[in-house]
């Protein structure tokens, strides 16, 4: 069933032209993927495909099937600031929706009558799943004060106060607008998982290279005003957009040797079984295996000197940091080595970024001591951007740190230069700031980091609102980058290719330094069950691979998880039975959806291993 198609649409702004007289089908169950540089026009066709955006052409047709529901999530989207997050995480036409969020008024509110009429009415539409389906959703995206004001969010928690009303919408049909920003590595872990259900139609603009490899099986990229379909992943679209470009004779040399090297990256990562029951431990042993092979990157094509480092890098001493009952360190103490590269994780709200602001001088430890080396010149890219630039042109915004920089082996690279290495043309270098897309200022911003040759270099999130060819040609600069490198990212492939060791921010002031890249982590936390002092969680082992020698041996073990899963079956009802109480407190409400998510997940881990022994046993 094809549930959109669009017919010789253009759309152009002044004289520039987004695309041209391009045509596309969306059916039921696809999955699509849109890639396309920054200010290119990606967030433009989104626009046109939900029915915000105008089209022109005489011929151009937007054609939508009858009676789908479409959902459409934007990079910033807007609520009226006074309304709960109650209210709008249920903005819906969905009866099942409408009644869940009169539910939970009457919960906030303590209205039996009110309780017992909607609960009366979702009995009757047989809405049996949405209650723990709404939890979950919230749970996983951290959303728990429902009565909070939406003027109190910040811009990520807004965004996924967006994400979750779509999700709880369900419709059937998603048009996400780069879906993995302000979301932390566990949250997009989930929503992956989410998105890869066969009954979702998919539509999307994300950088997540990850994601595009595990979700999609459709890539169309949007190329100087043309539409190029591939069907399957994104290692497949590398392989066939290599093949494409070889056959024109593409004079873009820099780009297909860019998409040649990520080629070469994806090629050596193991093909993705064909079983449907799959093992998530099994998954993210074939992501160790894959991100441990190290490539032989091809010689960059320019190495910027960066200033000398001298033996003394930065130490910190028993440094302890809090904000109010909010623990970020406790009597933490490392001293950082040369050439040191560093990933920074946790769930949002850990104190990552204030990490970063201890480390350059901007917070001060409230006790310890940073020692930072005389010689180090820091490089602090931060999520704010470029501020009070928007009246200067692009080059003047370079050449207002220096008019060259200095190369290795006494080469100099000019502003210009180095304007066109990170993919602004000379023509583009003479526009204002303020006419940028967002992903081009933020690619402007990290340009003038970069131009102050720092031997210490932080980024934080750098690859938001970035196109998949700027993080390339970031990947190779950093790949050759001589100096400490420190990165917080959401980003997992962008994190694996660079970083050889972990600070995990774990709560109450406590970093773990792990010895490795972001996926042998994950594949190791993945045979612990994580632990909670407030609530009781069974005590489950995650299932794992096992050589089984007889299917005696194997019918033990489907025993074993028969009786997992009916624990966690009656566990998940004894929570949905809380729910009910309509004298529960906040903190427990909030303790028990994060606990039903913990008993989701384990479930449906539980269920697939199963299901894996079930299929050998025949």
Same mark, same amino acid.
């Given at each position: 069933m094809q549930y959109l198609q669009v017919e010789n649409?253009?759309?152009?702004?002044?004289?520039?032209?987004?695309?041209?007289?391009?045509?596309?089908?969306?059916?039921?169950?696809?999955?699509?993927?849109?890639?396309?540089?920054?200010?290119?026009?990606?967030?433009?066709?989104?626009?046109?495909?939900?029915?915000?955006?105008?089209?022109?052409?005489?011929?151009?047709?937007?054609?939508?099937?009858?009676?789908?529901?479409?959902?459409?999530?934007?990079?910033?989207?807007?609520?009226n600031e006074e309304e709960s997050i109650l209210a709008a995480v249920y903005q819906s036409d969905q009866p099942a929706v409408k009644a869940f969020r009169l539910y939970e008024e009457a919960m906030l509110n303590g209205d039996q009558s009110g309780i017992q009429k909607q609960l009366g009415i979702l009995e009757e539409l047989e809405a049996w799943d949405i209650e723990s389906r709404v939890r979950e959703v919230l749970g996983r995206l951290s959303i728990t004060r429902l009565d909070?004001?939406?003027?109190?969010?910040?811009?990520?928690?807004?965004?996924?106060?967006?994400?979750?009303?779509?999700?709880?919408?369900?419709?059937?049909?998603?048009?996400?607008?780069?879906?993995?920003?302000?979301?932390d590595l566990e949250m997009i872990e989930w929503l992956e998982q989410y998105l890869a259900q066969n009954k979702i139609t998919l539509f999307m603009v994300t950088h997540d290279?990850?994601?595009?490899?595990?979700?999609?099986?459709?890539?169309?990229?949007?190329?100087?005003?043309?539409?190029? $379909?591939?069907?399957?992943?994104?290692?497949? &679209?590398?392989? =066939?957009?290599?093949? !494409?470009?070889?056959?024109? /004779?593409? @004079?873009?040399?820099?780009?297909?040797r860019l998409f040649t090297k990520e080629l070469d990256w994806m090629r050596r990562q193991p093909k993705a079984r064909t079983t449907k029951a799959k093992s998530r431990i099994d998954q993210f042993e074939i992501i160790k295996e894959k991100a441990s092979e190290k490539i032989v990157a091809d010689a960059p094509e320019f190495i910027i000197q960066s200033a000398r480092l001298g033996s003394k890098i930065l130490e910190m001493h028993n440094v302890s940091k809090s904000?109010?009952? $909010?623990?970020?360190?406790?009597?933490?103490? &490392?001293?950082? =080595?040369?050439?040191? !590269?560093?990933?920074?994780? /946790?769930? @949002?709200?850990?104190?990552?970024?204030?990490?970063?602001?201890?480390?350059?001088?901007?917070?001060?430890?409230?006790?310890?001591?940073?020692?930072?080396?005389?010689t180090i010149v820091f490089g602090h890219y931060t999520q704010e951007g470029l501020t009070d630039a928007s009246h200067k042109k692009v080059v003047d915004v370079i050449r207002d740190i220096a008019e060259y920089i200095p190369l290795e082996k006494g080469l100099k690279l000019t502003a210009e230069s180095l304007l066109e290495k990170f993919l602004f043309p000379r023509s583009q270098q003479q526009v204002y700031v303020s006419q940028l897309s967002g992903g081009e200022k933020r690619r402007l911003h990290l340009l003038t980091i970069l131009m102050k040759n720092p031997n210490f270099l932080i980024l934080d999130e750098p690859t938001n609102d970035l196109d998949i060819i700027t993080l390339n040609v970031l990947e190779e600069y950093l790949e050759s980058y001589k100096g400490v490198l420190v990165i917080v990212t959401h980003?997992?492939?962008?994190?694996?290719?660079?970083?050889?060791?972990?600070?995990?921010?774990?709560?109450?002031?406590?970093?773990?330094?792990?010895?490795?890249?972001?996926?042998?982590?994950?594949?190791?936390?993945?045979?612990?069950?994580?632990?909670?002092?407030?609530?009781?969680?069974?005590?489950?082992?995650?299932?794992?691979?096992?050589?089984?020698?007889?299917?005696?041996?194997?019918?033990?073990?489907?025993?074993?998880?028969?009786?997992?899963?009916?624990?966690?079956?009656?566990?998940?009802?004894?929570?949905?039975?809380?729910?009910?109480?309509?004298?529960?407190?906040?903190?427990?409400i909030e303790e028990l959806s994060k606990e039903l998510g913990y008993i989701l997940r384990t479930l449906e881990e539980t269920e697939e291993k199963w299901m894996e022994l079930a299929e050998i046993i025949g």
């Open positions: 649409i253009s759309k152009s702004f002044g004289d520039k032209i987004l695309f041209s007289n391009i045509s596309l089908t969306i059916s039921k169950g696809e999955k699509i993927a849109l890639i396309a540089k920054n200010g290119s026009g990606k967030t433009t066709l989104l626009k046109v495909l939900a029915g915000e955006e105008s089209v022109e052409g005489e011929n151009a047709k937007v054609i939508i099937a009858k009676d789908i529901r479409i959902a459409y999530l934007l990079q910033d989207p807007q609520f909070q004001k939406m003027g109190e969010l910040s811009g990520g928690q807004v965004k996924r106060v967006a994400l979750a009303k779509i999700l709880i919408d369900d419709p059937d049909f998603l048009i996400l607008d780069e879906p993995t920003n302000h979301l290279r990850y994601f595009l490899e595990r979700v999609c099986n459709t890539i169309i990229e949007l190329d100087r005003g043309q539409l190029y $379909t591939y069907r399957g992943n994104y290692s497949q &679209y590398l392989e =066939k957009r290599e093949m !494409r470009m070889t056959s024109e /004779g593409s @004079n873009l040399i820099k780009m297909q904000f109010d009952d $909010t623990q970020i360190l406790s009597e933490f103490s &490392y001293k950082f =080595k040369k050439n040191e !590269r560093l990933g920074i994780i /946790g769930p @949002n709200g850990a104190g990552k970024s204030s990490f970063l602001h201890l480390i350059t001088g901007i917070l001060a430890p409230d006790i310890g001591r940073i020692v930072v080396g005389e980003d997992r492939y962008f994190m694996d290719k660079l970083v050889d060791h972990l600070f995990i921010m774990e709560g109450n002031g406590f970093i773990r330094d792990f010895n490795g890249t972001y996926t042998d982590y994950i594949s190791e936390k993945m045979n612990i069950i994580p632990e909670t002092t407030t609530v009781k969680q069974p005590q489950v082992k995650s299932p794992h691979p096992v050589k089984l020698k007889s299917f005696d041996t194997e019918r033990k073990e489907l025993k074993k998880l028969e009786k997992v899963i009916e624990s966690l079956e009656k566990r998940k009802e004894e929570i949905n039975q809380f729910f009910l109480n309509p004298n529960l407190e906040a903190s427990s």
